[in-house]
């Protein structure tokens, strides 16, 4: 799976998103990455990142909370600083890789994950 250094979304960042949603679906947390942007929705996770900064076609993947199998949170000091959320997801062996840049938070992602693991 990838890993993505994020930070959280401003609204200018989401501007665009509605192309990818379908109707009546809300964004509940948002972050992007030099490459692309993860929407956590009422719904699903949305992931839709080039592959390179320069590369004009992007990939977008959509995985309902369903196939979510656990995830992990690392909060605290560390080398770098940053707070690091991993998600398995189905049949992926290995996790969404979320490193948080600055001031990014996962703590309302984390009571958002964990109420959609019920």
């Not at 948002?30 to 942007?37: K, L, N, Q």
Request: hydrophobic content about 45%; overall charge negative.
């Amino acid at each position: 799976m990838r890993i993505l250094d994020v930070d959280e979304a401003s609204p200018a960042d989401t501007a665009g998103v509605a192309r990818f949603l379908v109707e009546g679906e809300r964004v509940e947390a948002a972050f992007v990455s030099p490459t692309g942007m993860i929407l956590f929705t009422d719904r699903r996770i949305l992931l839709s990142q080039r592959e390179h900064l320069l590369e004009e076609r992007v990939e977008t993947s959509s995985f309902p909370y369903r196939e979510m199998r656990h995830f992990s949170l690392q909060e605290g000091p560390s080398a770098e600083g940053r707070s690091v959320l991993k998600i398995w997801l189905a049949a992926e062996p290995q996790p969404l890789h979320l490193r948080a840049n600055g001031g990014a938070l996962f703590l309302s992602l984390q009571r958002l994950l964990a109420g959609k693991l019920g």
